[in-house]
Nanobody
Framework: QVQLVESGGGLVQAGGSLRLSCAASGRTFSNFAVGWFRQAPGKERVFVAAISWSGTNIDYADSVKGRFTISRDNAKNTVYLQMNSLKPEDTAVYYC????????????????????WGQGTQVTVSS
């Protein structure tokens, strides 16, 4: 049973920063790719960032490139999303997700590509 727990969300002013964490348990976390998605009110859940099991491959949505950084610490079974220069349009519930394909080097940017999801953490950016 895989459990993913996001934390680090909150209320921040535009231009500020937050760091989200996704703590995993239940499987050998280091063998699996992880992604971040977000869902704004009334909108679909969309891809934000992804990192391969080894951490060597990374991808971002165009809307966050240059502002967000995804990283992982496999020793701590945790993936991070550092969010800088936040904008009101970044307001959403942020979810982390984990693949169930062992040591997949290609990146997953679709919801369907992930088997396990956290409960989400709210990020609100005020103008």
């Amino acid at each position: 049973q895989v459990q993913l727990v996001e934390s680090g969300g909150g209320l921040v002013q535009a231009g500020g920063s937050l760091r989200l964490s996704c703590a995993a348990s239940g499987r050998t976390f280091s063998n699996f790719a992880v992604g971040w998605f977000r869902q704004a009110p009334g909108k679909e859940r969309v891809f934000v960032a992804a990192i391969s099991w080894s951490g060597t491959n990374i991808d971002y949505a165009d809307s966050v490139k240059g502002r967000f950084t995804i990283s992982r610490d496999n020793a701590k079974n945790t993936v991070y999303l550092q969010m800088n220069s936040l904008k009101p349009e970044d307001t959403a519930v942020y979810y982390c997700a984990q693949s169930n394909i062992v040591r997949l080097n290609s990146l997953i940017t679709t919801i369907e590509g992930y088997a396990f999801w956290g409960q989400g953490t709210q990020v609100t950016v005020s103008s």
